[in-house]
T-cell receptor, first 113, second 109 residues
């Protein structure tokens, strides 16, 4: 099993540009989570999906952030327009319904200059 | 107030020492608890679940005190390879995992 796959691993972009982060969950997992990690705020849940349906997006900072899960094997997190304060590591994680362990991808390190 | 709170550390301990971390959670409806480990510039990975009766996995012991709403992790005979950030995690029912900010441990030779 390849685990949760995220791309890109690193992204450097200029303020105002659109950024798209991608995630492929583990096959058979039906819950997918997007987290953001910074030194100041730790690991924060942005949004999670169950069976491709967004369940709770209350953690999404503002309208500049959007997430989609068009099918069970793919999700995107988009930031438009990006700002320097969006700089962080963005993790995608997946789990089975009612599963104990969340499996994380290696993260995307985003730097907005 | 953050739902799960931990002392950020760092805890700097010599090899062979015993070290303990505590964590408190604010949501009394939380039902499941975990410790995750995160190495520098890596993703978090499950270290162990925490059961009401307490549980042990080799040198690691986790305990839960529901009345006081805190969770602990004890590491005995610490190794250099234990150096990492330890994340306390709570989960209530069907809600997703809520992570603490983590406690950084450095084991020194």
């Amino acid at each position: 099993d390849a685990g949760v796959i995220q791309s890109p691993r690193h992204e450097v972009t200029e303020m105002g540009q659109e950024v798209t982060l991608r995630c492929k969950p583990i096959s058979g997992h039906n819950s997918l989570f997007w987290y953001r990690q910074t030194m100041m705020r730790g690991l924060e849940l942005l949004i999670y999906f169950n069976n491709n349906v967004p369940i709770d997006d209350s953690g999404m900072p503002e309208d500049r952030f959007s997430a989609k899960m068009p099918n069970a094997s793919f999700s995107t997190l988009k930031i438009q327009p990006s700002e320097p304060r969006d700089s962080a590591v963005y993790f995608c994680a997946s789990t089975t319904s009612g599963g104990v362990e969340a499996f994380f991808g290696q993260g995307t390190r985003l730097t907005v200059v | 107030r953050k739902e799960v709170e931990q002392d950020p550390g760092p805890f700097n301990v010599p090899e062979g020492a015993t070290v303990a971390f505590n964590c408190t959670y604010s949501n009394s409806a939380s039902q499941s608890f975990f410790w995750y480990r995160q190495d520098c510039r890596k993703e978090p990975k499950l270290l162990m679940s925490v059961y009401s009766s307490g549980n042990e996995d080799g040198r690691f012991t986790a305990q839960l005190n529901r009345a006081s709403q805190y969770i602990s992790l004890l590491i005995r005979d610490s190794k250099l390879s234990d150096s990492a950030t330890y994340l306390c995690v709570a989960q209530g029912g069907n809600t997703p995992l809520v992570f603490g900010k983590g406690t950084r441990l450095s084991v020194i030779a």
